[in-house]
């Protein structure tokens, strides 16, 4: 199936306007991070505490921050995951005099940031020696229910788990009848109203990093974005000739650069599955950019009467529907991600998006933009063939 027959469009015509809108998309999302919201840095190289909690009534952002300000929690950081969904995001960090402690201070703050939002009614309860149902744990739900009957302890454990953390209820459990309905058996179930109650949340995440390791994972995301470009640098140098790989690493940086910014600009977190995405677009662009540079080179021994710009016309409209095709495909699978995926991988799923869209972009205008200047400032007497 041809997408297009015989494409003629002129592509170097406006690689000016090109340049100028990725050089304002890049300064925008740089002054952002520079001097407006910054990056905003996952518990994976921050360090800290992520707690993602449900309630079973919405409850507004500022009344959670209240709360966690009387818990001298205030600095904390609160994402809505979805507008009327009941369901939060809080991150939380140690201060800057303590960020030298272990992980076990940051394992006690995600404790302060759950005691600080249960309600008067749960810690009453707690303070009774209760358990809430809506969040212990599998291992000490069989123990509770072994103490009387043993017997039944595994299978019932794992019935109210399962219930719990169906999509019906969504981690919260609100009435005993649902679990009545679910099949727990009726003595069980007399016992569990004795000994515990259903809490106004549930923890549906969390997760817990150090300083030192968050530091350490931030130098070897650096690392790998650098030694990767340095790799690709050599392959592309020695394949076709230095001005291409230089090409190729400047539309690496640019397709980098413009995501990182929108990453920015989105307030979107930067954990280790986004730069896995960030790796995975570096691949993605390359392997574009190859495929054009593969086709200039073979048509700079057959069209040599066109003059260069003409060439890369040329060459970027022979290689237009598999570029075309490739990302549209491409942009389907991410974008399925992104619709359906959920929230774990949401960020993974946008970063990949911006970056399917900004590297067949970039292939088409930074890499071969890039060329038409090599070769008028350096104007090397081969040429850029090979």
């Not at 925008?28 to 994976?44: F, H, P, R, T, Y």
């Not at 991600?337 to 799923?349: C, Q, R, Y």
């Not at 970056?355 to 890039?370: A, D, E, K, L, N």
């Amino acid at each position: 199936m041809q997408i297009f027959k015989k494409p003629n469009f002129q592509f170097m015509k406006y690689k000016f306007i090109a340049l100028g809108i990725s050089a304002v998309v890049i300064a925008i999302g740089l002054i952002n991070i520079s001097a407006g919201k910054g990056l905003n840095m996952g518990v994976d190289f921050a360090g800290g505490t992520l707690v993602q909690i449900r309630f079973k009534s919405v409850i507004p952002i500022e009344e959670l921050r209240q709360s966690l300000g009387e818990a001298d929690l205030g600095a904390s950081k609160i994402q809505e995951v979805e507008k009327g969904e009941r369901e939060y995001i809080i991150r939380t960090m140690l201060p800057e005099e303590a960020e030298d402690q272990e992980l076990e201070a940051h394992v006690l703050m995600g404790n302060m940031v759950v005691d600080a939002l249960k309600t008067q009614e749960d810690q009453s309860a707690v303070a009774s020696g209760m358990q809430d149902l809506n969040v212990i744990e599998r291992d000490r739900l069989r123990t509770l229910i072994a103490s009387s009957f043993p017997e039944n302890a595994e299978t019932s454990a794992d019935a109210i788990i399962n219930l719990r953390q169906s999509a019906e209820l969504k981690g919260i459990i609100e009435s005993f009848d649902q679990l009545e309905q679910a099949g727990i058996d009726a003595e069980v179930l007399d016992t569990l109203k004795d000994k515990t109650f259903l809490g106004s949340m549930t923890i549906k995440r969390r997760e817990t990093v150090g300083p030192q390791v968050g530091q350490e994972l931030r130098e070897k995301a650096a690392q790998a974005t650098v030694w990767a470009l340095i790799g690709m640098l050599i392959y592309i140098g020695i394949r076709f000739k230095f001005a291409y790989g230089v090409a190729a690493i400047f539309t690496l940086a640019h397709d980098i650069l413009v995501t990182v910014g929108i990453l920015s600009l989105t307030n979107r977190e930067i954990n280790l599955p986004v730069i896995a995405a960030i790796m995975t677009i570096v691949g993605y662009s390359l392997n574009d950019t190859i495929v054009i540079f593969d086709r200039v080179r073979d048509n700079l021994k057959t069209l040599r009467k066109l003059d260069f710009e003409s060439l890369l016309d040329a060459s970027i409209n022979q290689t237009l529907s598999r570029t075309v095709i490739t990302s549209g495909t491409t942009f389907l699978t991410v974008g399925t991600l992104f619709i359906f995926g959920g929230e774990v991988i949401n960020d993974f799923a946008f970063t990949m998006i911006i970056g399917v869209i900004t590297g067949t972009y970039s292939s088409i205008y930074m890499s071969c933009s890039m060329l038409t200047f090599w070769k008028k400032i350096f104007k090397p007497k081969k040429g850029l063939g090979k």
